[in-house]
């Protein structure tokens, strides 16, 4: 949800930035101007788009920078606990295992002491 409104933002502003553009150049031929007027006023202009658009670079940059970061922290997050979770589903194997084998020998203990008894 979140990408789908940064996209639409991304996509307004692109468009705006589009349409002042597109309105700028127009505006300035079908004025009345002297040749060399009009190439200051495109030179003006087109200097103002270089800055919305270098401000533009500057947020998407520092965007960027935000996701990444917190894409590393979740990221670590997700390392911890697994490992945690992976402990301790080792510490329970171990448990399960040691469990098991003292069993064994037990029922291997009264195996051989029901033999001895049938014995004599």
Do not use: C
Not at 16 to 34: C, D, F, H, R, T
Not at 70 to 79: C, F, Q, V
Request: positive net charge; glycine residues 8%.
């Amino acid at each position: 949800m979140a990408q789908d409104d940064n996209g639409m933002g991304k996509g307004l502003f692109l468009g705006l930035l589009a349409g002042s553009v597109i309105g700028a150049v127009v505006a300035l031929l079908y004025a009345p101007k002297p040749g060399r007027e009009l190439r200051a006023d495109i030179k003006n202009k087109a200097g103002e788009i270089a800055d919305d658009a270098e401000d533009y670079i500057k947020m998407a940059r520092t965007k960027a920078v935000d996701i990444i970061n917190d894409g590393k922290r979740r990221s670590e997050h997700l390392i911890t606990e697994a490992k945690k979770r992976a402990e301790s589903l080792l510490g329970d194997a171990e448990k399960i295992l040691s469990d098991a084998k003292d069993r064994v020998s037990e029922d291997a203990k009264t195996k051989s002491a029901r033999n001895e008894k049938s014995r004599a």
